[in-house]
């Protein structure tokens, strides 16, 4: 069924949805993100054909964060930014503060291969037990 903001019946893929509302940058993105399971439909896992209404909750976890949208209108073909704002409710906690990421890992160019004791320290950084 095409999708028809005046519809309140209209419905559309999540996968498609989720790319002509701008959570992600490619449709086959969103498509993978579905299949590998980081996508939640009204709590449930999606496949990336599953139809989306107005009403719905949608869940994507995408580019280290989780967003939580609520459909409020259903697009099928992409859209600018202002329309696809406009489409959702965006119910996501906000991303935390740039300072309070830390960088792992992260060597000055031209310093050469890390020694073992600075494998060790990155490693251990990182979290990766050793073998």
């Not at 050469?112 to 251990?124: A, V």
Request: proline content about 9%; glycine content about 6%.
């Amino acid at each position: 069924m095409a999708a028809d903001e005046h519809n309140p019946q209209a419905t559309a893929r999540v996968d498609s949805w989720i790319w002509a509302v701008r959570l992600t940058k490619t449709r086959s993105q969103a498509a993978s993100a579905c299949r590998a399971g980081h996508v939640r439909v009204n709590g449930e896992r999606a496949k990336p054909a599953q139809p989306v209404k107005p009403g719905d909750e949608v869940r994507l976890f995408h580019a280290g964060r989780e967003r939580i949208v609520e459909v409020k209108r259903v697009i099928a073909k992409r859209v600018g930014a202002p329309v696809a704002a406009e489409a959702y409710v965006d119910n996501s906690p906000p991303p935390p503060p740039r300072e309070h990421i830390a960088l792992a890992g992260v060597r000055d160019r031209g310093t050469g291969r890390p020694t073992k004791r600075e494998r060790r320290e990155l490693d251990q950084l990182r979290g990766v037990r050793p073998s």
